[in-house]
């Protein structure tokens, strides 16, 4: 049975257990159902996708986040968009201390290598969306876990896919695209790509010691007048490219789960 919070005065409401009721809460998912490695995804589609393919439950639909979980142990969840939602997820996930946590996200490219369609496996996140900042000191680096990156990387050859590594800046903003000094000092810290969520959750993962990574997709190249993102031009990149996004995801964590190997960041 999934616990419940006290409701005495006298009761000392601990970080846990309020993570172990938030948790049930926000999913609908029991406790007992979450599996050792978790998809985090902004796509309801994606867990619609996951659920259709092995077959199972989507709980949370009347829910805030939504969350499927196969036979296999492995579970993706819906957690929303931006950097706030990114953090909270983390946090409630404290309550199963999953072995790994893997992002399947969306984000805009930003140099002339990077393509509509390729993929991005970020060795770093510049955090300037703030909320990290309350977890973490603003010198701390957000970094994923290299061995989780090893595996999605190691997916992605043997599909033989495209994909580029470097430094994402993560924004709290919303159409960003024609102010002129934002764009500047975007481009003096030369990532690859921006998005909203990334330095978020690898610095929130790495205060509450959980492994992990992320692997986004390129949607739009927003410093090109052509490349911002449209409802029309977002439905053909999901269209032409979530399936495979999602199939690295699932392949990438089950060969993890199958081969037993430790990935967990420790601190530093």
């Given at each position: 049975?999934?616990?419940?919070?006290?409701?005495?005065?006298?009761?000392?409401?601990?970080?846990?257990?309020?993570?172990?009721?938030?948790?049930?809460?926000?999913?609908?998912?029991?406790?007992?159902?979450?599996?050792?490695?978790?998809?985090?995804?902004?796509?309801?589609?994606?867990?619609?996708?996951?659920?259709?393919?092995?077959?199972?439950?989507?709980?949370?639909?009347?829910?805030?986040?939504?969350?499927?979980?196969?036979?296999?142990?492995?579970?993706?969840?819906?957690?929303?968009?931006?950097?706030?939602?990114?953090?909270?997820?983390?946090?409630?996930?404290?309550?199963?201390?999953?072995?790994?946590?893997?992002?399947?996200?969306?984000?805009?490219?930003?140099?002339?290598?990077?393509?509509?369609?390729?993929?991005?496996?970020?060795?770093?996140?510049?955090?300037?969306?703030?909320?990290?900042?309350?977890?973490?000191?603003?010198?701390?680096?957000?970094?994923?876990?290299?061995?989780?990156?090893?595996?999605?990387?190691?997916?992605?050859?043997?599909?033989?896919?495209?994909?580029?590594?470097g430094v994402v800046y993560t924004?709290?903003?919303?159409?960003?695209?024609?102010d002129e000094k934002f764009r500047?000092?975007?481009?003096?810290?030369?990532?690859?790509?921006?998005?909203?969520?990334?330095?978020?959750?690898?610095?929130?993962?790495?205060?509450?010691?959980?492994?992990?990574?992320?692997?986004?997709?390129?949607?739009?190249?927003?410093?090109?007048?052509?490349?911002?993102?449209?409802?029309?031009?977002?439905?053909?990149?999901?269209?032409?490219?979530?399936?495979?996004?999602?199939?690295?995801?699932?392949?990438?964590?089950?060969?993890?789960?199958?081969?037993?190997?430790?990935?967990?960041?420790?601190?530093?």
């Amino acid at each position: 049975m999934d616990p419940v919070l006290p409701t005495g005065s006298d009761q000392l409401i601990t970080k846990e257990k309020i993570a172990r009721d938030w948790l049930t809460r926000y999913t609908g998912m029991p406790l007992s159902e979450f599996g050792d490695y978790v998809l985090l995804t902004n796509f309801r589609d994606y867990v619609r996708r996951f659920a259709d393919r092995f077959s199972c439950e989507v709980r949370g639909e009347d829910r805030p986040m939504q969350a499927a979980t196969n036979s296999d142990g492995l579970t993706i969840i819906n957690f929303g968009i931006g950097s706030p939602n990114a953090a909270t997820v983390m946090d409630l996930l404290t309550a199963h201390r999953p072995k790994g946590v893997l992002f399947l996200g969306k984000c805009g490219g930003l140099k002339h290598s990077t393509e509509i369609g390729h993929f991005i496996l970020p060795i770093g996140a510049i955090r300037g969306e703030g909320t990290s900042d309350d977890y973490m000191d603003p010198l701390v680096p957000a970094l994923p876990s290299f061995k989780l990156h090893k595996y999605v990387s190691q997916k992605l050859v043997e599909r033989g896919l495209d994909y580029r590594t470097g430094v994402v800046y993560t924004t709290n903003r919303r159409v960003w695209e024609h102010d002129e000094k934002f764009r500047q000092r975007l481009q003096s810290y030369t990532p690859i790509g921006i998005d909203m969520e990334t330095a978020t959750l690898f610095i929130v993962g790495h205060a509450n010691q959980i492994a992990r990574g992320a692997l986004l997709l390129v949607s739009d190249v927003p410093t090109t007048p052509e490349g911002v993102k449209t409802t029309a031009s977002d439905a053909a990149v999901s269209r032409d490219w979530a399936v495979t996004h999602l199939e690295l995801g699932i392949d990438a964590l089950t060969d993890i789960d199958d081969q037993g190997e430790e990935i967990k960041h420790f601190r530093y």
